[in-house]
């Protein structure tokens, strides 16, 4: 199964940035759907943007406008720009890919990274 490889995270203060990137290595022809979602303890994951192949956005609620996503649909690669963070934006956030067409045909769904700690404090 194909493995996301997630990078960025970490602690920042409360109007700081921060930048996910996440790669889907392997033998992949497309991926229709990559993108991120957070989760803190005791609640459900939630979506936080994620982008189709042909480049159609979705953000969460109170995302749009502080986050950008963006997509390299040649490397497999989704990033998250996150600026003006929040202590509420704090959150294991988790690469997510669906779709995705491997060069042999197969069709793997539903694939999560293993997540990255997203701390804001004020």
């Known amino acids: 199964q194909v493995q996301l490889v997630e990078s960025g995270g970490g602690s920042v203060q409360a109007g700081g940035s921060l930048r996910l990137s996440c790669a889907a290595p392997?033998?992949?022809?497309?991926?229709?759907?990559m993108g991120w979602y957070r989760q803190v303890p005791g609640k459900q994951r939630e979506l936080v943007a994620n982008?189709?192949?042909?480049?159609?956005?979705n953000y969460g609620d109170n995302i749009e406008g502080r986050f950008t996503i963006t997509r390299d649909l040649t490397k497999n690669t989704v990033d998250l720009q996150m600026n003006s963070l929040q202590p509420d934006d704090t959150a294991v956030y988790y690469c997510?890919?669906?779709?995705?067409?491997?060069?042999?045909?197969?069709?793997?769904?539903?694939?999560w990274g293993q997540g990255t700690q997203v701390t804001v404090f004020s």
């Open positions: 392997g033998s992949i022809t497309t991926i229709d759907v």
């Open positions: 982008m189709l192949r042909f480049g159609s956005l």
């Open positions: 997510y890919a669906n779709r995705i067409r491997m060069t042999d045909s197969r069709l793997e769904l539903g694939v």
